[in-house]
């Protein structure tokens, strides 16, 4: 199978560099303390966050900071092979370590001592790049709940595929077996919370699939500001608050 065409167009019709749609919805469910479905192409992931609220288990607590408990799964009908996928198979295990350790390094945890937060974070519809689309879905969640962010972190992942670096792959690049790297960013400081690849990569073609990557972090969250902000401004306008 050809992945980029001699015009340099991918299956989907993307270019080399270019992301995948993007789209968002905030507050979709109202029972959580902030709520976000994020879309990166057909990826459609559901993040709910609630808290800050008391810790649980006691022996958990820390005095100094907030602990985020995160939890992973993917929906019985995400993929096309409808099948069964708890929360307690290995690698939603390791995915809820993977983006709760991201989102740790997100939150300003020091500003909520004792305190215990959790995300969850339900794929609905897999095609590829579940991961960073479960990490932009849980940050635009906690940001709706009101908990500090050090940063707007956005995800995504680039590979290598026939010579060609490739962002945001979509499942079928995915499945094709080249080097991929997915990452995580704080734009503002350039600081990397998530660094992950699944195969080795010589040094040159790691610094561009790297580079293509950052660039598509700072879109993706410069993204989700522009949207945060909308549904801000919604919310005043709502209320009846008038700008000054």
Do not use: W
Request: charged share 25%; hydrophobic share 40%.
């Amino acid at each position: 199978m050809e992945f980029v065409s001699p015009e340099g167009l991918r299956l989907d019709g993307r270019r080399p560099g270019e992301l995948r749609r993007l789209g968002c919805e905030l507050s979709v469910l109202q029972a959580a303390d902030g709520s976000a479905i994020f879309e990166m192409g057909n990826t459609k992931v559901l993040a709910a966050v609630f808290g800050p609220h008391e810790v649980e288990n006691r022996s958990q607590q820390q005095p100094d900071r907030a602990i985020i408990k995160c939890e992973y799964g993917m929906a019985a009908f995400s993929t096309g092979e409808r099948r069964k996928r708890g929360k307690g198979d290995r690698r939603s295990q390791e995915l809820s370590k993977v983006i709760g350790a991201a989102l740790e390094q997100t939150v300003m945890t020091h500003l909520l001592p004792r305190s215990q937060i959790d995300v969850y974070v339900q794929v609905l519809q897999a095609d590829g790049g579940t991961r960073c689309a479960a990490i932009n879905a849980a940050v635009l969640a906690l940001a709706e709940a009101g908990v500090p962010l050090r940063d707007l972190c956005g995800a995504v992942a680039a590979g290598h595929l026939e010579g060609t670096p490739l962002l945001d792959l979509n499942y079928s690049e995915d499945a094709a077996g080249g080097p991929d790297v997915s990452i995580a960013l704080h734009p503002l400081t350039s600081r990397l919370v998530l660094l992950q690849s699944d195969s080795r990569l010589p040094v040159e073609t790691f610094e561009t699939v790297m580079k293509l990557a950052s660039e598509g972090c700072r879109t993706v969250s410069g993204f989700m500001r522009e949207k945060l902000l909308e549904h801000t401004q919604r919310l005043a306008d709502a209320r009846g608050v008038v700008k000054s």
